[in-house]
């Protein structure tokens, strides 16, 4: 249970541009909230953060933080929680590495990272590191399932103000590439369980049999799945694509989430590089191994460790000259789509090519077609269905479509794929066995060395949670409803044999369809091109897509979703859109100073915490103020005050000094709560009459480098300079 000295609303501490823009925000919010008698704190939930929890006997007293990731755990599975949750970094192997120097330049003594670990005590502190990548954050709070859309001020404001759409024509050649077989969806195995269970992973080989992992355990009713991706045929498809590519004249790119699915897709990445570069590693195989070049790491990583042999750099420049065009991060600085594994994230990148009109930069500077390889064939169909749909109809008109809202499943780690600790990278030849405590094998495959096999699962409650979740959205508004679940899927088979005995039984079957994810594309396209709204009720990595997908379609941007967890104990999650540009931003302001982030979705998610913290603890002034926070978020699309991309004019900054004042004039203006009216009136009079000495004070150190004091880890003072540069604001707000 959450003790008296939680504060009544946890903001999180995170990374990149939301943690900059949060030094600005924050005392905004903290300020308001005081008014109301609310407290408002923070959790430390940043990549740095982690790591330091993580390696408390490698550090001095002084420099020893709380694991307040696992106070969160706890906190979201009591009714009290109340947690804003801002987009985190979930590492990829690069990111935590660089991280990792960062905090041992700045004094705290951790270990490095054992990227080939030998001794015992090296594989104990790669599993600690391994344990932080990736997706480690939101598994541990998404105690609910997510309840995602746009808010009705951001798209009454998309479509009063479209965006600019890049052209499809009918002979784009741009596609989706993706396997045909002896992949993830291919060789996928599903079953429900009668009764709570522990299961051995184990692999039969010659060898004898090796225990992969032991002591997962299962409720009654959880679905658990099982399955793999033939290395052999990934490699053939990724040599053929290379080939096809070349000989289409398009770019080549790879798309993956070698963040969220820590383990399968970073090994998937590998396969890619070791492809594009196939004779340089067929010649200097050894060589390469000996320097540590490891292809999951990225052609970056495999360039730096090369960059003083000669002769491995010619075969690379020859090997490079003969390969197709490749996809880039960016031209200008020759970073290709297989540098970084975390570069390139499926749903940001995919729906931003759609969106262009499915052209890429390529090494010239210049856009072309693009092939997008989607080695596995899951969830493939999507994006491939959404290229054929605009290539016959042209682009999406955002001033007359239609939203997209979606409810995915993910509360208590439901379909963790490629991320959850039972994904492996096969050793030898042989046979991987599920096998229950009672000796029943529940699944089985016959692997080769180097396929990827994984498992997953989906808890009953969570998955019935999800649909009556599903049931009160679909009454509240109306709209088309539809369940994205394959029936020639193991999985998703599964799934639909507890859907529908629910929705029976509520008596609302013939309110909601289900569809295979390409078919479901497709019927939500031609439901928002004709202007009307459909819900998505989709799993826990489409719910990842879908919640990129649309919006970045609908609105140019996914970080102005509403995103609300309804936690399962009774307790709410508000979640703030994505981070994916993040890095970009973060760029910019040190470069130039100017910080391009827009907060709107942590006011959205603001307003939203007000009112559940109303609700919950009968607070009458939480819900003045949270209707205030939605009047304010209106004043800020009104009026055109979200930040500029251009050095110069008005950034993050800005906008939250007007959302401040229209937050300020909001509540002053009402006449429900007579006491915060006078004390904003003040308020709301000084923000008006400093305009024009507030707003130059922001734009005054435009232009000029920032130091934030790091990257993963900012010094307080140093950030709050950035961030809060007009001391006449600050006087205001305190």
Known sequence: MADSNTPDIIYTKVDEAPELASASLLPIIQRFAKAAGITVGTKDISLAGRILATFPDHLKDDQRISDDLAELGELVKTPEANVIKLPNISASEPQLVAAVKELQAKGFAL????????????????????????????????????????????????QANPHRMGEWTADSKTRVASMEGNDFRSNEVSATLGAAATAKIVLEGASGETVLKEGVSYPAGTVVDATFMSADALDAFLAEEIEKTKQEGVLFSLHMKATMMKVSDPIIFGHAVKAWLAPVFEQFGDKLAALGVNPNGGLGALLDKVKDEPEIMAAIDEVTAARPPMYMVNSDKGITNLHVPSDVIIDASMPALIRAGGKGWGPDGKEADTVCVIPDNSYAPVYDETIKFFKENGKLNPATAGTVQNLGLMAQKAEEYGSHPTTFEIPEDGTVKMVLEDGTVLHQHAVKKGDIWRSASARKAPIEDWVNLAIERQKATGYRSIFWLDETRAHDAQLIAMVKP??????????????????????????ITKGENTIAITGNVLRDYLTDLFPILELATSAKMLSIVKLMQGGGLFETGAGGSAPKHVQQLHEENHLRWDSLGEFCA???????????????????????????????LDHDRSPSRKVGEPDNRDSHYWFARYWAEALAAQSADAELAAEFAPIAKALAEG???????????????????????????KLAGVMRPSETLNAIIG
């Open 606 to 636: 603001l307003g939203e915490s007000f009112r559940f913290l109303a609700d919950v603890k009968g607070n009458a002034k939480a819900k003045v103020l949270g209707d205030a926070v939605d009047t304010a978020t209106q004043g800020i």
């Open 691 to 717: 305009e024009a000495q507030i707003t130059g004070e922001l734009a005054a150190p435009q232009g000029k480098p920032a130091d934030t004091g790091g990257y993963y880890m900012n010094e307080a003072s």
């Open 111 to 158: 270990p490095d990272y054992p990227y080939t670990p030998e001794t015992d005590e090296e594989k104990a502190v790669r599993a600690k590191y391994d344990g932080i990548k990736g997706s480690a954050v939101n598994p541990v709070l998404r105690e609910g399932n997510s309840d995602r859309r746009a808010a009705t001020a951001v798209k009454n404001y998309a």
């Open 502 to 527: 629910i929705l029976e039984a509520k008596g609302v079957a013939d309110k909601f369809e289900i569809m295979a994810p390409r078919e479901a594309t497709r019927a939500s396209l031609e439901t």
